[in-house]
């Protein structure tokens, strides 16, 4: 492995902060001045493919990775994209079951509109009327 993906699967994999590979490459970049963030694009899309991270995809954010050492799920707001580790007991043998197939794994994202946005949007209602 290289030291430009080394230092990219450290950082992503030692984060629970689901980081998208901007903040990586920010982090990164205190590591190793040089390192470009193309680098750290092509480099989280192998370490995905080689399954030692895992990619987040929220529509019209930019994507995250993850560490893939505990089985959890994300809890994600629509509104602002927070978004918060869950653990379902279970899941998995539910999918099996439901499918009959030898389902390997589970990447579920949940959405759900979080505290801080629904206060928002109350206020926001509030001054519309
Ligand atoms: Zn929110
Ligand atoms: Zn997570």
């Given at each position: 492995m290289t030291k430009q993906k080394k230092l990219v699967l450290d950082i992503a994999a030692n984060s629970?902060?689901?980081?998208n590979a901007e903040e990586i490459f920010l982090l990164a970049k205190k590591e190793m001045?040089?390192?470009?963030l193309g680098t750290v694009y092509r480099n989280l899309n192998i370490l995905v493919e080689e399954g030692l991270l895992r990619r987040i995809s929220i529509a019209g954010q930019p994507d995250r990775f993850d560490h893939v050492g505990d089985e959890h799920e994300h809890l994600i707001c629509?509104?602002?994209?927070k978004l918060r580790d869950i653990r379902v007991d279970g899941i998995l043998d539910k999918i099996k079951s439901a499918t009959g197939e030898d389902v390997l794994s589970v990447s579920l994202s949940a959405y759900y509109i979080c505290a801080d946005c629904r206060r928002c949007l109350r206020h926001t209602d509030m001054t519309a009327n």
């Open positions: 629970n902060a689901h980081l001045p040089a390192i470009a629509r509104q602002c994209g």
